[in-house]
């Protein structure tokens, strides 16, 4: 799957020189600091809808992964690799339930009248939970926003997205269009208003649109931050492979410390995920 937490033209927008000519490259190191993101913080930030299957637990059922949303749970109570059982929705709370930080979902518990008060208790694999999955922005279960304009394509494996209008989509986005994520490796600024695109991302089906409303997935701004700072660093470091600096004094030096940037690891602190001992 394809995923970047910022866009190429937020880092050449960052870049201190302009570069031209490399944007495969740039867009490549993009998604290799987000990759390198995710692994310092135990989670991913994108969405993906699935199923998931997780241990059983006791009353509180602390999934591995960040949960968005649910559309079903079902349960193995016998360790016979079938969840006959259908948990209601209603008798199910996602925690945090209030407050600024109440999402991404990271505990669930039954509620009081639910009649099961356990989570598959010592069954391996015995829970099974379909909805979405991922940090998303940290604001709600649809960390998208509507772009305002729309897309057509009029085929299930077309890559050239048709859009209404120019200059919204970048190089980097990841779009929901209907159901379905498309991720964006390239837009035409030639006047023909169209970005070519990566179908069916992140759990996701391809289907057909016909200017289809678009929205864009969109990430925690120090996430983004720290993407833009890690992936222009990466891009230094290859001018620079063995100096700690690159650069003048007249259009700035930029520190290109080896493996991830301090001042990146200082914006991912509060995103790390806790991992139970």
């Given at each position: 799957m394809n995923k970047s937490y910022a866009t190429l033209t937020q880092l050449k927008s960052f870049m201190t020189n302009s570069v031209t000519g490399n944007d495969t490259d740039l867009l490549r190191i993009l998604e290799d600091a987000s990759q390198e993101i995710d692994d310092i913080c135990m989670r991913y930030f994108n969405t993906h809808e699935d199923t998931e299957i997780f241990d059983g637990a006791g009353t509180?059922?602390?999934?591995?992964?960040?949960?968005?949303?649910?559309?079903?749970i079902n349960l193995d109570m016998d360790g016979s690799g079938n969840y006959a059982i259908s948990v209601p929705l209603n008798t199910v709370l996602l925690y945090p339930l209030s407050g600024p930080q109440r999402y991404p979902k990271t505990e669930l518990k039954f509620t009081l009248n639910s009649g099961l008060?356990?989570?598959?208790?010592?069954?391996?694999?015995?829970?099974q939970i379909t909805g979405v999955f991922g940090?998303?922005?940290?604001?709600?279960?649809?960390?998208?926003?509507?772009?305002?304009?729309?897309?057509?394509?009029?085929t299930t494996s077309g890559t050239s997205l048709t859009l209404s209008?120019?200059?919204?989509?970048?190089?980097?986005?990841?779009?929901?269009?209907?159901?379905?994520?498309m991720y964006v490796q390239s837009v035409s600024n030639n006047g023909d208003m169209t970005a070519t695109v990566v179908r069916g991302q992140h759990g996701t089906t391809a289907a057909i649109h016909t200017t289809a409303e678009i929205y864009i997935y969109s990430y925690p701004g120090p996430i983004v931050e720290a993407t833009i700072l890690q992936a222009n660093r990466d891009w230094k470091r290859k001018e620079s492979p063995v100096?700690?600096?690159?650069?003048?004094?007249?259009?700035?030096?930029?520190?290109?410390?080896?493996?991830?940037?301090?001042?990146?690891?200082?914006?991912?602190?509060?995103?790390?995920?806790?991992?139970?001992?």
């Open positions: 509180t059922l602390i999934p591995n992964i960040d949960i968005l949303s649910i559309s079903a008060g356990y989570w598959a208790s010592g069954i391996r694999a015995g829970v940090y998303g922005d940290g604001k709600g279960a649809t960390p998208y926003y509507d772009s305002g304009i729309t897309g057509t394509v009029a209008s120019e200059d919204t989509i970048q190089a980097g986005h990841t779009l929901r269009i209907g159901s379905e994520q100096q700690a600096v690159v650069g003048s004094n007249e259009l700035g030096i930029v520190p290109v410390t080896k493996g991830i940037d301090p001042d990146v690891m200082k914006k991912l602190q509060r995103y790390i995920r806790r991992q139970l001992i």
